[in-house]
């Protein structure tokens, strides 16, 4: 089985252009993509072989993460669709013209159009693959969306893409390390690329989103 690590809001950068819209000082908005990012997320997960797909923008500009149909996103109701018009605590910070919003899908559609490419080549090579979908959350925001207790890692998990052997072995290794685990708590789900999702793609895809606490590694 092939392993396909995705890496969605690792980065902080965003265009130039974004600060022409943006309605907070910048050494603001710094401090809010800082703590909205998955800081670190890159090295936690370094030692896993696989192939990676990793957004060179912050979710702040485009939160490849979502869906891009903001009917089908439940994030949108919190203004956290692919386009955020709010921060995690509800504060507005961009003002998201038209122009805007078309530069955000035309990298969104990219994006995944490189992420559907990979997934076929993969599944090509193998028949199968596992897709782990790898981010990082704090208490706080968390707590803005959730009810706490939070563990140190979240296991999210997909009804149609989803193997007990894999995810045994996964909550396994964390309590082995000494740490909490829920499964579809405080996030759930995971990621699963159009293609596969289209039945465009043959083949046996278990999908895993792991979000581990920032309270443990930062």
């Known amino acids: 089985m092939k392993t396909l690590l995705h890496i969605p809001h690792a980065s ?16 603001e908005f ?3 993509n800082l703590k909205m990012s998955d800081v ?8 896993v072989r696989g192939e990676r797909v990793r957004s060179c923008y912050s979710r702040l ?7 891009r149909d903001d009917e089908k996103e439940t994030m949108s109701r919190f203004g956290e669709g692919v386009v955020y018009t709010k921060l995690y605590d509800g504060r507005n910070f961009h003002a998201h013209g038209d122009s805007y919003k078309s530069s955000v899908l035309e990298y969104y559609d990219r994006y995944h159009a490189e992420l559907d490419r990979v997934t076929e080549y993969l599944l090509q090579k193998d028949g199968e693959l596992l897709i782990l979908d790898c981010h990082s959350f704090s208490d706080e925001m968390a707590s803005y969306f959730f009810k706490p207790p939070f563990p140190d890692v979240c296991i999210g998990v997909e009804k ?3 193997d007990r052997g894999i995810i045994d072995g996964i909550v396994s290794e964390v309590l082995k390390r000494g740490y909490s685990c829920m499964i579809n708590h405080p996030y759930s789900g995971s990621l ?3 293609t596969v ?3 465009r793609t043959a083949g046996r895809v278990v999908s895993v989103m792991i979000e581990v606490n920032k309270r443990i590694y930062l």
Do not use: A, K, W
């Open 40 to 47: 670190g997320v890159d090295e936690l997960f370094r030692d």
């Open 192 to 194: 699963v690329p159009n």
């Open 61 to 67: 500009f485009c939160d490849v993460e979502r869906f």
């Open 12 to 27: 902080m950068t965003v265009p130039d252009s974004f600060y022409d819209g943006l309605l907070i000082p910048r050494e």
């Open 160 to 162: 149609d893409y989803y």
């Open 30 to 32: 710094r401090r809010y």
């Open 197 to 199: 999702m289209s039945g």
